[in-house]
């Protein structure tokens, strides 16, 4: 049994079950009673259909702690909570949370009607219609998106419900929701999220596998449903617009759908993320036919300490009353679309958003978007040009080889180091030993010094590069018996070896090769018995005259131990990505993330902005005090990423910012302070922007209406809700804010 049985009280008898409305991988929907207010409810209950059972009771098995089912339920608990926080007039309201039978169940208003699938089949949809649809369900989507960073993932009309009694429109099935940061990176998940065939755009599955998600995913989505009540026709696979983009066009032309709604469309429904709708709101805005250039694209996270304060602080409102400016972009202020251009500009080119700016007041927004959508154009299509390169030279590579002379793949097959093809001369073989060696020499003096690495890695790089060298010099061995008019089995008979160093090959072409006995082949035997009689014996000397190669593997070990309770250590100036500290007068070198772990503290080159650092290390992870030499500091963690999360005092080109910093971005309580003293902002950070409440100072001010403070509420970086402004001669002016522009005056006044 699957399925609770019908009449089964749950919640301490306050629903009863009347049958069953829907299952998938994941859930069981029921239709229920709430038997204390007589009203019908639709319950959801965690059920993996491929892990879990049910027994006589009504209770799930395979719910054991640390399972895939249990971690899972985990999740769809997480995600059931952050639905209940929704409220809006088109999403479905859940109104109760509660855990029975081992798992967990959430509960939701019934709404009695037919989903758009099944509404259109009955009910052809006209144009006015579908846009009102569509609007309804943008709205929501909206508040989903913009209040709280959640996704849907499988829009389609299966999911939206229409009311039989008025019409009114509801958004329901939020499976493959997920909440998500403004890195695009999902915080819940009870599922891939691949979307449903038609409605998913091609990047969903990418996406889904990396954890990445955005908001373009549902804009596409929303394309998509609209073509559906438009057309009464599923819409293509995503896979297949790839190729024909037309696919759409010519469905909808045949449907006499209006041009103004075809665009709407098609622009939602680019296979192309960057050059799709970004937004749910420029989607609507598309819609109602408003210029939706003016719409505010999603915020760019800043984390680098050199890219300075959130753009948002550049932008000047055209507000009742004159309102101060603190940026040096005047020319800016108010261009919305200068603004949207610089942020795109800025995360392609990884520039402050200031640097940004100039660029485009230096070259023009003409030059300055070509060269942003040549960089795209890069980005998108980078993948195919590498699949196209490699089957290009895969063919250029089997034609040259049918067309290649004899006595070039003689010499081909001689360079290659593993190969056993071709042959080869005594001078070869010899250089071919000689160079082996020395390299082989090389590595175990270097791994012996313990510069890098501890002695588990010098066995592991030792015998990896011993089994290389085994591997080359039998090849060039192979080569040189080819060269003699044998197998290179022969390699193998004993002393044979010493003969392929000195008997002379075959003149005469054979089955191997042609051939290589020629004066040159002479004059290299005779090189060969001088390098032979030099290199040898120095050789001999360097190795058995004091034995130091071989020694320095214990003073190594005694090096290592040493290193691991030593404290200070210094980046080397000459190399930053290495560290080195000082035992008994001799430097001891680790690259910088072989630091051992535990208290530690390191010192920064005297050019270095850092000028130290300490704490504890673990890893590549690090828990501690970093000092700057200007007098900026950071106390908290710091990952191997350079991603921090403490408290700190942070300055970069525009001011400084001292207060809470999380996953690298301003995050909690902060004050930002221009650098010249004339503007201050104090108050709540969200993910690097202004967000909650703060107050704007301008304490250097001295004219009348520029004096003062403003407290208000902010949300991405600009001034939302309610604020008041306190000038310093005693008057004040409540006002009404929205997306940074002051839209009218409450209330004027004093204040003491």
């Given at each position: 049994m699957q399925q609770l049985a019908i009449g089964t009280l749950l919640r301490e008898g306050a629903y009863k079950i009347e049958r069953v409305l829907g299952q998938g991988s994941f859930g069981i929907t029921y239709l229920a009673e709430h038997v204390h207010l007589g009203k019908k409810v639709a319950i959801k209950e965690f059920f993996m259909k491929e892990v879990n059972s049910r027994g006589?009771?009504?209770?799930?098995?395979?719910?054991?702690?640390?399972?895939?089912?249990?971690?899972?339920?985990?999740?769809?608990?997480?995600?059931?909570?952050?639905?209940?926080?929704?409220?809006?007039?088109?999403?479905?309201?859940?109104?109760?949370?509660?855990?029975?039978n081992g798992t967990f169940y959430y509960v939701m208003d019934y709404v009695e009607g037919q989903n758009l699938n099944d509404y259109i089949k009955s009910n052809p949809v006209s144009p006015d219609e579908a846009v009102s649809i569509i609007k309804s369900v943008a709205d929501a989507l909206i508040y989903m998106h913009e209040q709280h960073h959640m996704l849907h993932l499988d829009l389609k009309p299966g999911n939206i419900m229409r009311r039989a009694s008025d019409g009114h429109i509801f958004l329901i099935d939020f499976g493959l929701s997920k909440h998500y940061d403004a890195n695009g990176q999902p915080e819940t998940s009870t599922n891939i999220g691949l979307g449903t065939a038609g409605y998913a755009p091609i990047e969903q599955s990418n996406q889904a596998k990396s954890g990445e998600f955005r908001p373009t995913i549902?804009?596409?989505?929303?394309?998509?449903?609209?073509?559906?009540?438009?057309?009464?026709?599923?819409?293509?696979?995503?896979?297949?617009?790839?190729?024909?983009?037309?696919?759409?066009?010519?469905e909808l032309h045949a449907k006499h759908v209006p041009e103004n709604l075809i665009k709407v469309v098609e622009d939602a429904m680019r296979p192309s993320v960057r050059k799709r709708t970004q937004t749910v709101r420029e989607f609507k805005a598309?819609?109602?036919?408003?210029?939706?250039?003016?719409?505010?694209?999603?915020?760019?996270?800043?984390?680098?300490?050199?890219?300075?304060?959130?753009?948002?602080?550049?932008?000047?409102?055209?507000?009742?009353?004159?309102?101060?400016?603190?940026?040096?972009?005047?020319?800016?202020?108010?261009?919305?679309?200068?603004?949207?251009?610089?942020?795109?500009?800025?995360?392609?080119?990884?520039?402050s958003f200031n640097e940004a700016l100039a660029y485009i007041n230096s070259h023009g927004m003409s030059a300055t978007q070509d060269k942003v959508d040549r960089a795209e154009d890069v980005l998108q299509n980078n993948e195919e040009d590498r699949s196209n390169n490699a089957r290009e030279n895969s063919t250029n590579n089997a034609r040259?080889?049918?067309?290649?002379?004899?006595?070039?793949?003689?010499?081909?097959?001689?360079?290659?180091?593993?190969?056993?093809?071709?042959?080869?001369?005594?001078?070869?073989?010899?250089?071919?030993?000689?160079?082996?060696?020395?390299?082989?020499?090389?590595?175990?003096?270097?791994?012996?010094d313990g510069i890098e690495y501890g002695l588990d890695?010098?066995?592991?790089?030792?015998?990896?590069?011993?089994?290389?060298?085994?591997?080359?010099?039998?090849?060039?061995?192979?080569?040189?018996?080819?060269?003699l008019g044998k197998s290179g089995a022969w390699m193998f008979v004993p002393f044979w070896n010493v003969l392929l160093f000195f008997a002379e090959g075959e003149s005469q072409d054979n089955q191997y090769g042609q051939g290589t006995a020629t004066q040159s082949d002479h004059n290299g035997n005779n090189i060969m018995w001088i390098i032979f009689w030099i290199v040898v014996p120095i050789g001999l000397a360097l190795l058995f005259g004091n034995g130091k190669a071989f020694g320095n593997v214990s003073q190594n070990n005694n090096l290592e131990a040493m290193a691991q309770s030593t404290?200070?250590?210094?980046?080397?100036?000459?190399?930053?990505?290495?560290?080195?500290?000082?035992?008994?007068?001799?430097?001891?070198?680790?690259?910088?993330?072989?630091?051992?772990?535990?208290?530690?503290?390191?010192?920064?080159?005297?050019?270095?902005?850092?000028?130290?650092?300490?704490?504890?290390?673990?890893?590549?992870?690090?828990?501690?005090?970093?000092?700057?030499?200007?007098?900026?500091?950071?106390?908290?963690?710091?990952?191997?990423?350079?991603?921090?999360?403490?408290?700190?005092?942070?300055?970069?080109?525009?001011?400084?910012?001292?207060?809470?910093?999380?996953?690298?971005?301003?995050?909690?309580?902060?004050?930002?302070?221009?650098?010249?003293?004339?503007?201050?902002?104090?108050?709540?950070?969200?993910?690097?922007?202004?967000?909650?409440?703060?107050t704007e100072y301008w304490p250097k001010e001295k004219r009348k209406h520029y004096a003062?403070?403003?407290?208000?509420?902010?949300?991405?970086?600009?001034?939302?809700?309610?604020?008041?402004?306190?000038?310093?001669?005693?008057?004040?002016?409540?006002?009404?804010?929205?997306?940074?522009?002051?839209i009218s005056v409450i209330e004027e006044g004093t204040w003491r």
């Amino acid at each position: 049994m699957q399925q609770l049985a019908i009449g089964t009280l749950l919640r301490e008898g306050a629903y009863k079950i009347e049958r069953v409305l829907g299952q998938g991988s994941f859930g069981i929907t029921y239709l229920a009673e709430h038997v204390h207010l007589g009203k019908k409810v639709a319950i959801k209950e965690f059920f993996m259909k491929e892990v879990n059972s049910r027994g006589d009771d009504g209770s799930l098995t395979g719910m054991t702690e640390g399972s895939l089912s249990y971690n899972y339920c985990n999740k769809f608990q997480k995600e059931a909570k952050n639905l209940s926080r929704l409220e809006h007039p088109n999403i479905v309201r859940v109104t109760d949370l509660f855990s029975e039978n081992g798992t967990f169940y959430y509960v939701m208003d019934y709404v009695e009607g037919q989903n758009l699938n099944d509404y259109i089949k009955s009910n052809p949809v006209s144009p006015d219609e579908a846009v009102s649809i569509i609007k309804s369900v943008a709205d929501a989507l909206i508040y989903m998106h913009e209040q709280h960073h959640m996704l849907h993932l499988d829009l389609k009309p299966g999911n939206i419900m229409r009311r039989a009694s008025d019409g009114h429109i509801f958004l329901i099935d939020f499976g493959l929701s997920k909440h998500y940061d403004a890195n695009g990176q999902p915080e819940t998940s009870t599922n891939i999220g691949l979307g449903t065939a038609g409605y998913a755009p091609i990047e969903q599955s990418n996406q889904a596998k990396s954890g990445e998600f955005r908001p373009t995913i549902d804009v596409y989505a929303l394309g998509a449903t609209l073509y559906k009540l438009l057309t009464g026709q599923t819409p293509p696979a995503a896979s297949e617009l790839v190729s024909d983009e037309d696919l759409l066009d010519d469905e909808l032309h045949a449907k006499h759908v209006p041009e103004n709604l075809i665009k709407v469309v098609e622009d939602a429904m680019r296979p192309s993320v960057r050059k799709r709708t970004q937004t749910v709101r420029e989607f609507k805005a598309n819609l109602e036919g408003n210029n939706a250039a003016e719409i505010t694209a999603a915020n760019t996270p800043y984390n680098d300490k050199n890219q300075g304060h959130p753009s948002t602080t550049n932008v000047s409102e055209n507000t009742i009353v004159e309102a101060p400016s603190h940026s040096d972009n005047s020319d800016s202020q108010g261009d919305y679309s200068k603004i949207l251009l610089a942020r795109r500009y800025s995360e392609l080119f990884r520039v402050s958003f200031n640097e940004a700016l100039a660029y485009i007041n230096s070259h023009g927004m003409s030059a300055t978007q070509d060269k942003v959508d040549r960089a795209e154009d890069v980005l998108q299509n980078n993948e195919e040009d590498r699949s196209n390169n490699a089957r290009e030279n895969s063919t250029n590579n089997a034609r040259g080889n049918e067309n290649v002379a004899a006595e070039d793949w003689q010499v081909r097959d001689s360079f290659r180091p593993f190969s056993s093809k071709g042959r080869i001369g005594r001078l070869q073989l010899f250089l071919s030993y000689v160079a082996g060696f020395v390299a082989w020499f090389a590595v175990f003096a270097l791994m012996a010094d313990g510069i890098e690495y501890g002695l588990d890695n010098y066995i592991i790089v030792f015998l990896s590069f011993t089994a290389a060298l085994f591997l080359f010099l039998y090849a060039q061995c192979a080569k040189r018996c080819h060269d003699l008019g044998k197998s290179g089995a022969w390699m193998f008979v004993p002393f044979w070896n010493v003969l392929l160093f000195f008997a002379e090959g075959e003149s005469q072409d054979n089955q191997y090769g042609q051939g290589t006995a020629t004066q040159s082949d002479h004059n290299g035997n005779n090189i060969m018995w001088i390098i032979f009689w030099i290199v040898v014996p120095i050789g001999l000397a360097l190795l058995f005259g004091n034995g130091k190669a071989f020694g320095n593997v214990s003073q190594n070990n005694n090096l290592e131990a040493m290193a691991q309770s030593t404290t200070d250590w210094y980046v080397d100036s000459k190399s930053p990505a290495n560290v080195y500290c000082i035992i008994d007068g001799q430097r001891y070198a680790r690259t910088r993330w072989e630091v051992p772990n535990g208290q530690r503290t390191i010192h920064y080159a005297e050019d270095d902005i850092r000028e130290s650092f300490s704490g504890t290390i673990s890893g590549r992870e690090c828990n501690g005090l970093l000092k700057y030499r200007d007098g900026d500091y950071f106390n908290g963690t710091i990952s191997s990423d350079q991603i921090m999360d403490g408290h700190g005092r942070i300055t970069d080109g525009s001011g400084t910012y001292e207060g809470d910093i999380k996953n690298g971005l301003f995050n909690g309580q902060g004050t930002y302070t221009l650098s010249d003293g004339t503007w201050m902002y104090k108050g709540n950070y969200e993910d690097g922007f202004m967000s909650g409440s703060g107050t704007e100072y301008w304490p250097k001010e001295k004219r009348k209406h520029y004096a003062g403070s403003l407290e208000c509420n902010y949300r991405n970086g600009e001034r939302n809700g309610i604020g008041t402004w306190y000038f310093n001669n005693h008057t004040y002016q409540k006002c009404k804010f929205k997306n940074g522009k002051q839209i009218s005056v409450i209330e004027e006044g004093t204040w003491r």
